[in-house]
């Protein structure tokens, strides 16, 4: 399909020369240039296309970038970056060096504020429109915030906060009815009570004007008109909680009529003080498999875009890790599992049919989930948080608060621990490793197989400590050699058996290197040690599988070598790579000793693979260190 009209979109201002039936036309094109890009690059599809009307009404009544535009996660700026002069970029979405998947200032100066995460728009819409006001800049601020995030703490700080300032704050409550799994809670309910009775906005606007034409004499009539007033806001249509804390309300709007839309926005520019627009859309609008199985497009790798379908993809961690807990719940009914609205995502929708009673989806509230896990385990159970590396970053104070200070056991499941790919700079799970291991009485499992995470799992529900992790990385697993006894629970593994080298001419017994690791570069060390052996290299492969605290044994066993690298798929400062380093400096080691990891940065958005060859802790960069080669990231 030809781009006719969003070829020739450079910018906001290019569309206040199309008349209606071309900005229809425009919504089409833009859902087809969407789904194209995505079936083939990955993203997040339904979510997308459901607001592809509410971001050209956007754009046609407000004045990007002087108005600003806060996203929050991110999950619906495709349309954005499609009408900010990006389509021809925009087959570069996810990819190396290509467009980022969420917003991001650096890319475009339309993109007001960085997203990845939920909650934030609100908070930092009213922050920006705060400055507004105090520099007299006219302008508006608009946040756009889906209904799922409304579950997240930071979002009810930010309206209590907000609600009592006369700034141009507008906030877009998208409604559609689904975070990545179904909305759960009191607000979930309290939202369906409104969409399902328009008839009360309706009538509360008749009661208004009608107050208002009632003729006032003397300071009693004031105050009955202002009782009478009172009695019908609190009896008769009773006030919302955005009323309540100080927000005009307006909606619900249909999200797929533009023309409601533009009119509410330009109602909304009118009203003094911030605004609450409530707007329905529909996930996945569209495109007819995305509607009917909006979970399954909300993020997704590429797929068939003429049948929805998406390559057969066998097992990963997350499903193992689900696997497993499934087969430990059967056994002690004390095991509960927790999410935060990412049953899906981390393999926890088989345990949620099997064990309802002890499952829970608090929602997008990590926070409240650490402190829900931590008074459970006061009660006797055995809690399992299942959570993203990155989004348990969010939990740093509960962890700290209510569970280790709290001599509380909980089990952290941290999926997606190191390199995640394609989402960027927001998803990387690179920081879980620093901050845990700085709490006292932390114990930390990383695992490189799918048989591991069974196996540390297990010692991780019934070790005694207070905040117990096993971490795994995102995807299937790798390359596993032949001399690696999987069948091990123990806290580390050496690698360097006679059956590897037979036959293999050597002057000594000792190894030209030893390289330190854990989790995902494990069978990059192991393709590593193969290419070195061609090479005529012998070399001692150390594999943490409790990464912290680092059992002494696995430092003794590099003494003996002139040259120890330890290779890390996190942030170097506070890593696991530091503290090893320390403690051989403690046994008075002598050698060399190289740390390679994340230095002091944020990693963008590429494939897995590519970002470990980019940060040199790969197969072929680690054969190149032990040759010799030159290395960027000492």
Known sequence: ???????????????????????????????ETIVDTVSQNGGHLASNLGAVELTLAMHLEFESPKDSFVWDVGHQVYTHKLLTGRYEQFHTLRQNGGLSGFPNPEESE??????????????????????????????YTVAVIGDGSFTGGLVYEALNNAGHENTKLIVVLNDNEMSISPNVGSLAMYLAAIRTNPGYYLFKDEVKNTLEKLPVVGDAAVKGIVGVKKFLKDRLY?????????????????????DALRDAFKGAKTIDGPVILHVRTMKGKGYLPAEENPSKFHGIGSFD?????????????????????????????????????????????????????RFFDVGIAEEFAVTFAGGMAKGGLIPVFAVYSTFLQRTYDEIVHDVAMQNQKVVLAIDRAGFVGDDGRSHQGIFDLAFLRTIPNSVIYSPSTYKGVGQFLYRALYDDGKVIAVRYPR??????????????????TVLDGEEYYAGTPMESRKPDACLVTFGSLFPEAAKARDELKDAG?????????????????????????????????????????ESYGYQLLQHKFEGEYRYIAVDNTFVHHAKQDALRAE???????????????????E
Not at 112 to 138: Q, W
Not at 240 to 258: A, K
Not at 476 to 487: L, R, S, T
């Open 1 to 31: 399909m030809e781009m006719k009209l969003l070829q020739q979109i450079h910018s906001p201002e290019d569309l206040r020369s199309l008349d209606d039936r071309q900005l229809k036309e425009l919504t089409g094109e833009i859902r």
């Open 110 to 139: 339309h993109d007001t504020f960085a997203a990845g995460h939920s909650g934030a728009s609100i908070a930092a819409g009213y922050g920006l429109s705060v400055a507004k006001t105090l520099e007299g800049d006219p302008s």
């Open 238 to 258: 009773q006030s919302n909680m955005f009323e309540d804390m100080g927000f005009n309300y307006m909606g619900p709007i249909d999200g797929h009529d533009l």
């Open 305 to 357: 875009r003429n049948t929805g379908e998406t390559p057969a993809g066998g097992t990963n961690f997350s499903a193992e890790f689900g696997k497993a807990l499934c087969t430990f719940a059967e056994q002690d009914e004390h095991i509960v599992a927790i999410t935060a609205a990412m049953a899906l995502g981390t393999g926890l929708e088989e345990y949620a049919k099997r064990f309802p009673d």
């Open 475 to 492: 995807g299937k697993q790798g390359y596993i050699p032949d001399d690696f006894n999987q069948n091990t629970y123990d806290d580390y």
């Open 537 to 577: 290299k012998r070399v001692r492969i150390i594999k943490l599988n409790k990464v912290w605290p680092i059992n002494e044994g696995a430092v003794k066993a590099a003494l003996d070598c002139d040259r120890v690298l330890f290779y890390e798929e996190g942030a170097k400062s506070g890593g696991i790579g």
């Open 615 to 633: 940060f040199g802790i790969d197969a072929a960069s680690m054969a190149r260190d032990v040759k010799g080669g030159d290395h960027e990231s």
